[in-house]
C-alpha cells in the first residue's frame, strides 16, 4: 500500500478499517471485495427527489451512507429541505419507516428488503437500478 501499487480506500463505508489507516496502524489486509447494496426507500406517493422537501429520510448517523445521502441530497439541491435523521443502526432506521416515523430510509441488505416488504419503493441515489 506505501508503494501505491493498491488503492486502499476507494470507498469509505469500512469505519474499523478507515480508522486503521488514518490512525497508522498496521493492518495486512484492507478489502477483498466490496458490495454496496443501499438504497433510498420512500413511499410510492413520492415519485421524484423533489418531492423528498419537506420530508424525513433515516439513516444510520455517522456511516458512509450518512455521508453519501447529505452529498446526494447538495446535487440534488434538497440540503436544508430534507430532515436527515440519523439512527444508531439499520434495524432501527428500519423500524423507524415501518412505524412511519420518518418518510424514507436508507439502508441496506435485509433492512431493505424488510421496507419493500412493507411498501417502500427504491428510488435513488444509485441510479443503476
Known amino acids: 500500500m506505501k508503494g501505491g501499487s493498491i488503492q486502499s480506500i476507494s470507498g469509505v463505508g469500512n469505519p474499523p478499517t478507515v480508522g486503521a489507516i488514518a490512525n497508522g496502524t498496521g493492518i495486512d489486509v484492507v478489502m477483498a471485495q466490496e458490495f454496496d447494496s443501499d438504497e433510498l426507500l420512500v413511499p410510492a406517493s413520492i415519485t421524484t427527489a423533489s418531492q423528498l422537501a419537506g420530508k424525513s429520510v433515516g439513516v ?70
Open 60 to 129: 444510520l448517523v455517522g456511516s458512509s451512507e450518512d455521508y453519501e445521502l447529505e452529498g446526494w441530497l447538495k446535487l440534488q439541491h434538497l440540503t436544508g429541505s430534507v430532515k436527515v435523521v440519523g439512527l444508531s443502526s439499520e434495524s432501527s432506521v428500519a423500524a423507524a419507516y415501518l412505524a412511519h416515523a420518518i418518510d424514507a430510509a436508507y439502508v441496506y441488505g435485509n433492512y431493505a428488503t424488510s421496507v419493500q416488504a412493507k411498501g417502500g419503493r427504491f428510488c435513488w441515489p444509485t441510479a443503476s437500478r
